[in-house]
């Protein structure tokens, strides 16, 4: 198979760069994705690596939450691999069971490290990291309102 | 005792069919549909996911919709589920230290930095039934505020370690990490067994044990240092990348309970700690978590196992739901034969001292 | 009587879920029938060295929690492969895998070695996939034993001759011990610990 030690060994910010972009794939909807696709143009031919399958990963924590690990249950997952012509090759991995969610983040894995689509790309990965970033926000500020403000009643007559 | 009998199917057959009409309800009320199960009885969507020990919320409000509201039955439909998948991974230990935080609040430190965030709760709520509810058309806005609370916030058992007076814990990422889903529990158990155990126990036997602990059955005094609920990345490290990727995020909740402190000759007195961590927000149960990861540290720090609470075999043996039901349910299955043995011989005895009483009572006449 | 040679391709489906469902019905067959000889299939896309058959066997039993062991002729490839296909960590150390894969059956290596699993968990222990040139049924050694009805030949070209004497001994130790499956490219013959060889 190919795997990615065949590529030259990515910089690591590069990693970082994939490891950004991978998580913003993941927390879009497949419905984001494919809109997002229709926007990048025309496309090379992707065959898959390994098709879109259904499994499961065991989340783990830790006790008191820095010390030795646990195993607290697991959650569903779906993964993709993808590769072209030119033998660029694009992982998926998201939480819950969209196959098809899996298999469009791994075609913008594989997009987003190519030199000719990748600029277009990047620029749906920054509108949907924005889009990803406001609903945050907004759900800090809904927070942020039910903090307790504490005053001091002085009783008493000194 | 177990015996073949036939004769059921076509029973069984109808007794479902019925079954499915009485979930459906009368016809002329709209059906329920799964979304509105994951929108609009989110707690008891993630009460089966933290017990079902599946994070998929689709999933938990299908299961509640078929088991029509009978969580127990839900959470058994998810963990059947779960067997006909294929584990990929293992992920990082999620790290609650960076988790979005929702809600928190500490009973410990009035002005904790970061401050009390109530989030979405029931508490201060009068327990009235609103009947405006009962109304179809309800609605209720959230107050969102400028200032927005970004970034980790500080921990309680961080302030209370820098000042030594908790234990920092120190991880060991080498060492193997227990799964009971592998391998059967073995006793004496290590603690990450007990907290995989207690993460999908039953939330009702382990707020009983809790609340026998306060009352006084092994009790250990605790104090909600902190209770959080959140979202939490969770990442993964696929061998063929070799780097860390988030695959999304889940919510949790978690809850840090500051518990009786130790110390001896040798050592400064300290506090000690129990901890809770579920999938969804499931304050009660990680509360009670808290206790009861407390309570079975009892024979690390060397104190009496007197309470149930901190016996482990009877904790970790009773508290999954889907075993006790099952065994507590079977009792419903033909046992005629069992039974039959018992009724012969219960029969038989009685009559062998019947008939001694009575020749007994004839000895006596003769001899009066 | 069950036929000594079974062909399983005809079912083929093109989901690899429903393929690997075949594949694990035929070795749950060729276990239970020692000495029954199945066909998988040729799977096209494998790395050099591996047959097709001990890879379909590998992505029907192997996973994240069955470390793999691979004998050390092996390419880097295979185990690429494998990790990336199956899932399953590729380890060194022979005395903890739950599968062990053997390239060439000319090239045993110490098959004592092999996890034979305790007396609480028998079932804890290794399968070994071992690959040969070729699977002949009605002459050559005689297998008996549970699954077996009276006796059934069996003849394996590229397979060390001193094999037979390690199932023998494997056999001695019954509940405990490692089962076999052995491979040609496209074929499968299982012989579980319990079976008893005459050489």
Request: net charge negative; proline share 5%; glycine share 8%.
């Amino acid at each position: 198979m190919q795997s990615d030690r065949n590529m030259p060994l990515p910089e690591s910010r590069e990693i970082e760069r994939r490891k950004q972009w991978m998580g913003v794939l993941a927390r879009a909807t497949a419905t984001q994705l494919e809109a997002a696709l229709a926007e990048c143009g025309p496309l090379p031919e992707f065959e898959y690596l390994r098709r879109p399958e259904i499994g499961m990963v065991m989340v783990r924590g830790r006790a008191d939450a820095k010390g030795d690990q646990f195993n607290l249950g697991e959650m569903t997952v779906s993964r993709c691999s993808v590769k072209n012509a030119d033998g660029l090759v694009g992982h998926g991995y998201v939480a819950g069971r969209n196959k098809r969610h899996a298999e469009l983040a791994a075609v913008f894995d594989a997009l987003l490290q190519s030199f000719e689509h990748g600029s277009v790309c990047r620029e749906v990965i920054a509108t949907l990291a924005g889009e990803q970033h406001v609903a945050r926000k907004k759900r800090n500020a809904k927070t942020a309102a039910t903090k307790v403000n504490f005053f001091t009643m002085v009783r008493g007559e000194d | 005792m177990y015996v073949a009998v036939k004769g059921g199917e076509k029973a069984i057959e109808n007794a479902h069919k019925l079954m499915g009409e009485e979930r459906r309800g009368d016809p002329s009320v709209p059906e329920l549909g799964v979304d509105q199960i994951l929108q609009q009885m989110r707690l008891a969507v993630d009460r089966v996911m933290c017990e079902g020990a599946l994070y998929d919320p689709p999933l938990a409000a299908l299961a509640i919709k078929q088991a029509a509201g009978d969580l127990v039955e839900a959470i058994f439909l998810l963990r059947a589920y779960r067997t006909t998948l294929p584990r990929l991974y293992a992920s990082r230990p999620v790290d609650t230290t960076t988790m979005h935080v929702r809600r928190r609040v500490s009973a410990t430190f009035k002005d904790i930095p970061g401050g009390q965030l109530l989030g979405p709760t029931f508490d201060y709520t009068h327990r009235l039934l609103d009947f405006s509810l009962a109304a179809e058309s309800q609605s209720s806005i959230a107050v969102a505020t400028e200032s927005e609370p970004e970034g980790p916030m500080s921990r309680v058992m961080d302030l209370l370690g820098d000042e030594g007076l908790i234990e920092i814990p120190t991880p060991n990422d080498q060492q193997h990490v227990s799964d009971i889903t592998h391998d059967p529990i073995s006793f004496p158990v290590k603690r990450d067994a007990r907290l995989q155990s207690l993460a999908r126990g039953d939330e009702g036997f382990l707020l009983a044990l809790g609340y026998s602990s306060q009352r006084g059955f092994g009790n250990n005094h605790p104090f909600a240092g902190e209770i959080r609920m959140g979202e939490v990345a969770v990442s993964i490290v696929p061998d063929e990348l070799g780097f860390e990727v988030e695959i999304g995020d889940i919510t949790v909740s978690e809850c840090e309970m500051v518990t009786s402190f130790k110390g001896n000759k040798e050592e400064l007195p300290r506090f000690t700690s129990g901890y809770g961590l579920s999938f969804g927000y499931n304050e009660r149960k990680v509360m009670a978590m808290s206790i009861v990861d407390r309570s079975l540290q009892a024979r690390e720090l060397g104190e009496d196992v007197s309470a149930p609470c901190q016996d482990e075999e009877f904790v970790l043996y009773h508290s999954d739901n889907v075993e006790a039901q099952g065994f507590v349910q079977h009792l419903k299955l033909p046992h005629y034969v069992d039974f039959q043995a018992d009724l012969v011989m219960l029969r038989s005895m009685r009559e062998e001292i019947m008939k001694q009483d009575t020749h007994r009572e004839k000895s006596g006449e003769e001899v009066a | 009587m069950l036929e000594h040679r079974v062909d399983t391709t005809e079912q083929r489906a093109t989901d690899p879920a429903l393929d690997n469902q075949r594949i694990f019905r035929a070795i749950l067959l060729t276990m239970s029938r020692p000495g029954t000889v199945t066909t998988l299939g040729n799977l096209p896309g494998h790395p050099g060295g591996l047959h097709p058959a001990s890879a379909a066997v590998c992505m029907a039993l192997v996973d994240m929690d069955s470390p793999l062991w691979i004998s050390p002729d092996a390419s880097e490839d295979v185990a690429t492969h494998l990790k990336f296909y199956c899932g399953c960590p590729v380890i060194r150390k022979q005395e903890e895998c739950s599968f062990g894969l053997v390239l060439n059956g000319l090239d045993l290596p110490d098959l004592e070695r092999f996890n034979p699993g305790e007396a609480e968990y028998p079932d804890r222990s290794a399968t070994l996939i071992i690959q040969v040139a070729s699977i002949e049924v009605g002459h050559g050694v005689r297998l008996g034993g549970p699954g077996i009805n009276g006796q059934t030949l069996l003849n394996i070209t590229g397979l060390q001759a001193d094999f037979w004497e390690s199932m023998q001994q494997n056999r001695q130790r019954f509940p405990l011990g490692y089962d076999v499956i052995l491979t040609t490219e496209t074929e499968i013959v299982s012989l579980p610990r319990s079976v008893q060889v005459e050489i």
